[in-house]
Protein backbone atom coordinates (compact mmCIF):
# COMPACT_ATOMS: atom_id res chain seq x y z
CA UNK A 1 0.00 0.00 0.00
CA UNK A 2 1.24 3.65 -0.97
CA UNK A 3 1.36 6.09 2.14
CA UNK A 4 0.13 9.54 1.22
CA UNK A 5 3.47 10.91 0.12
CA UNK A 6 3.95 8.42 -2.86
CA UNK A 7 2.74 9.65 -6.10
CA UNK A 8 0.12 7.51 -8.00
CA UNK A 9 1.21 4.58 -10.36
CA UNK A 10 -1.29 5.02 -12.55
CA UNK A 11 -0.78 8.12 -15.21
CA UNK A 12 -3.79 10.70 -16.86
CA UNK A 13 -4.79 8.61 -19.36
CA UNK A 14 -4.73 4.86 -17.89
CA UNK A 15 -6.77 6.95 -15.24
CA UNK A 16 -9.54 7.62 -17.28
CA UNK A 17 -9.51 4.48 -18.94
CA UNK A 18 -9.94 2.71 -15.13
CA UNK A 19 -12.71 4.74 -14.19
CA UNK A 20 -14.76 3.83 -17.22
CA UNK A 21 -14.13 0.34 -16.79
CA UNK A 22 -14.70 1.16 -12.66
CA UNK A 23 -17.87 2.66 -12.81
CA UNK A 24 -19.66 0.20 -15.83
CA UNK A 25 -18.54 -2.63 -13.33
CA UNK A 26 -20.01 -1.28 -10.51
CA UNK A 27 -23.59 0.45 -11.77
CA UNK A 28 -23.70 -2.86 -13.82
CA UNK A 29 -23.57 -5.33 -10.56
CA UNK A 30 -25.58 -2.74 -8.57
CA UNK A 31 -28.09 -3.10 -10.80
CA UNK A 32 -27.96 -6.60 -11.11
CA UNK A 33 -27.89 -7.13 -7.18
CA UNK A 34 -30.55 -4.79 -6.06
CA UNK A 35 -32.79 -5.50 -9.26
CA UNK A 36 -33.01 -1.61 -10.44
CA UNK A 37 -33.60 -0.48 -13.41
CA UNK A 38 -31.37 2.86 -15.08
CA UNK A 39 -33.34 5.46 -16.24
CA UNK A 40 -32.26 9.13 -16.85
CA UNK A 41 -33.18 11.66 -14.46
CA UNK A 42 -33.59 15.52 -14.01
CA UNK A 43 -31.07 18.04 -13.74
CA UNK A 44 -33.66 21.07 -13.08
CA UNK A 45 -36.67 20.55 -10.94
CA UNK A 46 -39.00 23.29 -9.30
CA UNK A 47 -39.10 24.50 -5.62
CA UNK A 48 -42.50 24.62 -5.41
CA UNK A 49 -42.84 21.09 -5.55
CA UNK A 50 -40.49 19.87 -2.96
CA UNK A 51 -38.96 17.49 -4.69
CA UNK A 52 -35.16 18.69 -4.35
CA UNK A 53 -32.98 17.55 -1.70
CA UNK A 54 -32.37 19.80 1.26
CA UNK A 55 -29.55 17.90 2.36
CA UNK A 56 -29.00 19.15 6.25
CA UNK A 57 -31.36 21.93 5.55
CA UNK A 58 -29.04 25.05 5.33
CA UNK A 59 -27.08 24.37 1.71
CA UNK A 60 -28.99 26.65 -0.83
CA UNK A 61 -29.45 25.34 -4.36
CA UNK A 62 -28.32 27.37 -7.19
CA UNK A 63 -31.42 28.50 -8.69
CA UNK A 64 -32.30 30.53 -11.40
CA UNK A 65 -35.06 31.85 -14.07
CA UNK A 66 -35.63 30.12 -17.37
CA UNK A 67 -36.46 33.91 -18.74
CA UNK A 68 -38.27 33.79 -21.85
CA UNK A 69 -41.11 31.27 -19.75
CA UNK A 70 -40.80 33.28 -16.46
CA UNK A 71 -40.18 29.57 -14.52
CA UNK A 72 -37.61 29.51 -11.55
CA UNK A 73 -36.00 26.07 -11.47
CA UNK A 74 -33.15 24.60 -9.05
CA UNK A 75 -30.54 22.50 -9.85
CA UNK A 76 -31.02 19.45 -8.02
CA UNK A 77 -28.80 18.87 -4.84
CA UNK A 78 -29.86 14.98 -5.23
CA UNK A 79 -32.66 12.87 -6.31
CA UNK A 80 -33.52 11.66 -2.65
CA UNK A 81 -37.12 12.90 -2.92
CA UNK A 82 -37.85 12.67 -6.98
CA UNK A 83 -37.07 8.74 -7.10
CA UNK A 84 -39.88 7.68 -4.66
CA UNK A 85 -41.91 9.94 -7.12
CA UNK A 86 -40.51 8.42 -10.28
CA UNK A 87 -41.03 4.93 -9.23
CA UNK A 88 -44.69 5.19 -9.16
CA UNK A 89 -44.85 7.25 -12.22
CA UNK A 90 -43.22 4.61 -14.08
CA UNK A 91 -45.22 1.72 -12.71
CA UNK A 92 -42.29 -0.08 -10.79
CA UNK A 93 -43.65 -3.23 -8.72
CA UNK A 94 -42.53 -4.05 -5.31
CA UNK A 95 -39.02 -5.05 -5.00
CA UNK A 96 -38.37 -3.43 -8.25
CA UNK A 97 -35.88 0.24 -8.49
CA UNK A 98 -34.41 2.78 -10.67
CA UNK A 99 -30.86 4.03 -10.67
CA UNK A 100 -29.49 6.90 -12.69
CA UNK A 101 -26.51 9.12 -12.91
CA UNK A 102 -27.08 12.24 -10.69
CA UNK A 103 -25.32 15.20 -11.55
CA UNK A 104 -25.31 18.40 -8.72
CA UNK A 105 -23.75 21.37 -7.97
CA UNK A 106 -23.55 22.22 -4.37
CA UNK A 107 -22.36 25.41 -4.29
CA UNK A 108 -22.16 25.52 -0.25
CA UNK A 109 -19.24 22.53 -0.27
CA UNK A 110 -16.16 23.68 1.45
CA UNK A 111 -13.60 22.51 -1.29
CA UNK A 112 -10.62 19.84 0.00
CA UNK A 113 -9.16 16.32 -0.85
CA UNK A 114 -12.64 14.49 -0.72
CA UNK A 115 -15.04 17.78 -1.31
CA UNK A 116 -16.23 19.35 -4.60
CA UNK A 117 -18.77 21.31 -5.73
CA UNK A 118 -19.79 19.41 -8.74
CA UNK A 119 -21.14 16.34 -7.38
CA UNK A 120 -21.64 12.54 -8.92
CA UNK A 121 -23.40 9.97 -7.87
CA UNK A 122 -25.72 6.96 -8.56
CA UNK A 123 -28.85 7.41 -7.31
CA UNK A 124 -31.30 4.61 -6.08
CA UNK A 125 -34.63 3.45 -5.27
CA UNK A 126 -36.38 0.84 -4.71
CA UNK A 127 -40.11 0.04 -3.73
CA UNK A 128 -40.77 -2.35 -0.56
CA UNK A 129 -43.36 -3.54 1.59
CA UNK A 130 -43.96 -1.89 4.66
CA UNK A 131 -43.23 -4.33 6.59
CA UNK A 132 -39.72 -4.52 5.32
CA UNK A 133 -39.33 -0.95 7.08
CA UNK A 134 -36.97 -2.76 9.98
CA UNK A 135 -33.39 -2.32 11.52
CA UNK A 136 -32.71 -6.12 9.95
CA UNK A 137 -34.07 -5.54 6.32
CA UNK A 138 -31.85 -2.41 6.21
CA UNK A 139 -28.86 -4.35 7.02
CA UNK A 140 -29.88 -6.87 4.87
CA UNK A 141 -29.64 -3.96 1.80
CA UNK A 142 -26.42 -2.71 3.76
CA UNK A 143 -24.46 -5.89 2.58
CA UNK A 144 -25.61 -6.50 -0.64
CA UNK A 145 -24.48 -3.28 -1.20
CA UNK A 146 -20.97 -3.80 0.56
CA UNK A 147 -20.14 -7.00 -1.90
CA UNK A 148 -21.08 -4.94 -4.60
CA UNK A 149 -18.15 -2.80 -3.38
CA UNK A 150 -16.13 -5.68 -2.40
CA UNK A 151 -16.50 -7.34 -6.09
CA UNK A 152 -15.79 -4.43 -7.74
CA UNK A 153 -12.29 -3.70 -5.76
CA UNK A 154 -11.35 -7.27 -6.88
CA UNK A 155 -12.02 -6.70 -10.05
CA UNK A 156 -10.48 -3.49 -10.37
CA UNK A 157 -7.16 -5.34 -8.63
CA UNK A 158 -6.85 -8.02 -11.03
CA UNK A 159 -6.95 -5.32 -14.46
CA UNK A 160 -4.25 -3.32 -12.24
CA UNK A 161 -1.96 -5.44 -9.94
CA UNK A 162 0.84 -3.46 -10.40
CA UNK A 163 -0.93 -0.61 -8.91
CA UNK A 164 -3.79 -1.54 -6.62
CA UNK A 165 -4.18 -3.23 -3.27
CA UNK A 166 -6.97 -4.72 -1.04
CA UNK A 167 -8.64 -2.37 1.19
CA UNK A 168 -11.45 -3.70 2.53
CA UNK A 169 -12.51 -6.33 5.40
CA UNK A 170 -14.86 -9.13 4.99
CA UNK A 171 -17.22 -8.11 6.60
CA UNK A 172 -18.68 -4.36 7.17
CA UNK A 173 -19.43 -3.53 10.99
CA UNK A 174 -22.44 -2.02 11.59
CA UNK A 175 -23.04 0.32 14.45
CA UNK A 176 -25.31 3.05 15.92
CA UNK A 177 -24.81 6.95 16.28
CA UNK A 178 -25.30 6.61 20.15
CA UNK A 179 -23.19 3.49 20.28
CA UNK A 180 -20.21 5.78 18.68
CA UNK A 181 -20.74 8.81 20.66
CA UNK A 182 -20.81 6.57 24.08
CA UNK A 183 -17.59 5.10 22.33
CA UNK A 184 -16.37 8.06 22.45
CA UNK A 185 -18.00 11.09 24.21
CA UNK A 186 -15.10 13.85 24.04
CA UNK A 187 -14.67 13.55 20.07
CA UNK A 188 -15.97 15.55 16.98
CA UNK A 189 -18.11 13.49 14.77
CA UNK A 190 -15.28 13.12 12.33
CA UNK A 191 -12.83 11.97 14.98
CA UNK A 192 -15.73 9.73 16.18
CA UNK A 193 -15.32 8.50 12.10
CA UNK A 194 -11.59 8.47 11.86
CA UNK A 195 -11.54 6.29 15.36
CA UNK A 196 -14.11 3.71 14.44
CA UNK A 197 -13.13 3.65 10.46
CA UNK A 198 -9.22 2.95 11.69
CA UNK A 199 -10.19 0.22 13.23
CA UNK A 200 -12.79 -1.36 11.35
CA UNK A 201 -11.98 -0.56 7.88
CA UNK A 202 -15.90 -0.88 6.44
CA UNK A 203 -18.49 0.88 8.76
CA UNK A 204 -22.26 1.62 8.72
CA UNK A 205 -23.23 4.24 11.05
CA UNK A 206 -26.78 3.74 11.39
CA UNK A 207 -29.44 6.67 12.84
CA UNK A 208 -28.31 9.69 11.19
CA UNK A 209 -29.86 13.08 11.90
CA UNK A 210 -31.58 11.45 15.02
CA UNK A 211 -31.22 13.97 18.36
CA UNK A 212 -28.56 11.72 20.64
CA UNK A 213 -28.27 11.80 23.71
CA UNK A 214 -25.74 14.54 24.00
CA UNK A 215 -28.44 16.38 22.28
CA UNK A 216 -26.97 16.82 18.76
CA UNK A 217 -27.22 14.37 16.08
CA UNK A 218 -24.67 12.83 14.00
CA UNK A 219 -24.58 15.21 11.20
CA UNK A 220 -27.38 16.56 10.15
CA UNK A 221 -29.92 15.24 7.09
CA UNK A 222 -33.06 16.42 5.99
CA UNK A 223 -36.35 15.25 7.77
CA UNK A 224 -38.16 14.37 4.46
CA UNK A 225 -36.79 11.61 2.54
CA UNK A 226 -34.49 9.18 5.33
CA UNK A 227 -36.20 7.62 8.56
CA UNK A 228 -33.79 8.81 10.72
CA UNK A 229 -34.41 5.32 13.03
CA UNK A 230 -33.86 3.66 9.76
CA UNK A 231 -30.84 5.46 7.30
CA UNK A 232 -26.80 5.73 7.28
CA UNK A 233 -23.91 6.19 5.90
CA UNK A 234 -20.97 3.48 4.63
CA UNK A 235 -17.38 4.58 5.38
CA UNK A 236 -14.13 3.17 4.55
CA UNK A 237 -10.81 3.83 5.85
CA UNK A 238 -8.81 5.74 3.36
CA UNK A 239 -5.31 4.34 4.00
CA UNK A 240 -3.89 6.71 1.40
CA UNK A 241 -5.74 10.07 3.25
CA UNK A 242 -5.08 7.95 6.57
CA UNK A 243 -8.97 8.90 7.13
CA UNK A 244 -12.43 7.87 7.05
CA UNK A 245 -14.03 8.25 3.68
CA UNK A 246 -17.71 8.43 3.22
CA UNK A 247 -19.14 6.14 -0.06
CA UNK A 248 -22.80 6.17 0.75
CA UNK A 249 -25.82 8.05 2.48
CA UNK A 250 -28.79 5.93 1.92
CA UNK A 251 -31.84 4.21 4.51
CA UNK A 252 -35.34 3.56 4.69
CA UNK A 253 -37.22 6.07 3.64
CA UNK A 254 -39.48 8.17 5.40
CA UNK A 255 -43.39 7.02 5.77
CA UNK A 256 -46.64 9.24 6.37
CA UNK A 257 -45.79 8.90 10.35
CA UNK A 258 -42.43 9.45 10.75
CA UNK A 259 -42.28 11.95 7.95
CA UNK A 260 -44.99 13.94 10.06
CA UNK A 261 -42.56 13.60 13.21
CA UNK A 262 -39.45 14.39 11.95
CA UNK A 263 -40.96 17.59 9.95
CA UNK A 264 -41.66 18.82 13.65
CA UNK A 265 -38.76 18.23 15.16
CA UNK A 266 -37.41 19.84 12.57
CA UNK A 267 -39.78 22.76 12.59
CA UNK A 268 -40.17 22.62 8.81
CA UNK A 269 -43.83 22.01 9.21
CA UNK A 270 -44.66 24.52 6.38
CA UNK A 271 -43.15 22.06 3.68
CA UNK A 272 -46.63 19.23 4.90
CA UNK A 273 -48.09 21.77 1.97
CA UNK A 274 -45.81 21.25 -1.05
CA UNK A 275 -47.36 18.30 -3.60
CA UNK A 276 -44.62 15.59 -2.69
CA UNK A 277 -45.00 16.15 1.26
CA UNK A 278 -48.42 15.92 0.67
CA UNK A 279 -49.05 12.57 -1.70
CA UNK A 280 -46.39 10.68 1.00
CA UNK A 281 -49.18 11.55 3.65
CA UNK A 282 -52.09 10.31 2.05
CA UNK A 283 -49.91 7.26 0.79
CA UNK A 284 -50.24 8.17 -2.41
CA UNK A 285 -46.55 6.95 -3.16
CA UNK A 286 -44.74 3.47 -2.71
CA UNK A 287 -42.81 2.77 0.86
CA UNK A 288 -38.73 2.53 -0.61
CA UNK A 289 -35.34 2.14 0.44
CA UNK A 290 -32.56 4.45 -1.37
CA UNK A 291 -29.44 6.09 -1.44
CA UNK A 292 -26.45 7.60 -3.28
CA UNK A 293 -23.27 5.95 -4.20
CA UNK A 294 -20.44 8.54 -4.95
CA UNK A 295 -19.21 8.09 -8.25
CA UNK A 296 -15.81 9.75 -7.76
CA UNK A 297 -15.47 8.87 -4.31
CA UNK A 298 -15.72 5.40 -5.46
CA UNK A 299 -13.26 6.09 -7.93
CA UNK A 300 -10.79 8.52 -5.63
CA UNK A 301 -11.19 5.54 -3.30
CA UNK A 302 -10.13 2.28 -5.09
CA UNK A 303 -7.90 3.70 -7.84
CA UNK A 304 -5.69 4.84 -4.51
CA UNK A 305 -6.14 8.64 -5.75
CA UNK A 306 -4.67 11.92 -3.34
CA UNK A 307 -7.39 14.05 -4.30
CA UNK A 308 -11.01 13.71 -5.69
CA UNK A 309 -9.86 16.45 -8.32
CA UNK A 310 -7.75 13.25 -9.82
CA UNK A 311 -10.82 11.85 -10.92
CA UNK A 312 -13.00 14.28 -11.83
CA UNK A 313 -13.00 17.97 -13.87
CA UNK A 314 -14.39 20.48 -11.33
CA UNK A 315 -13.19 23.80 -10.37
CA UNK A 316 -10.48 24.36 -7.45
CA UNK A 317 -9.21 27.71 -5.66
CA UNK A 318 -5.54 28.79 -6.31
CA UNK A 319 -4.50 27.62 -3.21
CA UNK A 320 -5.50 23.96 -4.02
CA UNK A 321 -4.09 24.36 -7.27
CA UNK A 322 -0.71 25.18 -5.63
CA UNK A 323 -1.17 22.81 -2.41
CA UNK A 324 -1.85 19.77 -5.07
CA UNK A 325 1.01 21.25 -7.69
CA UNK A 326 3.60 21.03 -4.60
CA UNK A 327 2.53 17.58 -3.99
CA UNK A 328 2.66 16.12 -7.65
CA UNK A 329 -1.27 15.99 -8.11
CA UNK A 330 -2.26 16.28 -11.45
CA UNK A 331 -6.08 17.89 -10.88
CA UNK A 332 -7.93 17.02 -14.23
Known amino acids: MRNNSEVTVLNLKETQMAIK ?5 FQRDLANTLNLARISAPLLVRPETGLNDNLSG ?5 NFDIRKHDINVEIVQSLAKWKRYALKEYGFECYE ?9 RPDEVLDEIHSVYVDQWDWEKIIKKEDRTDTYLKFIVREIYEVFKRAEEYINQVY ?8 PDEIFFITAQELEDMYP ?3 DKEKENAICKEKKAVFIQGIGKILNSGKPHDMRSPDYDDWELNGDILFWNPV ?17 SLVKQLKIAGKEDRMTMPYHKALIEKELPYTVGGGIGQSRLCMFFLEKRHIGEVQAAIWDDKTKKECLEKGIRLL
Open 161 to 168: PFALSKKL
Open 58 to 62: VEKAV
Open 97 to 105: GLYADMNAL
Open 241 to 257: LNKAMELSSMGIRVDED
Open 186 to 188: DFT
Open 21 to 25: SLKDY
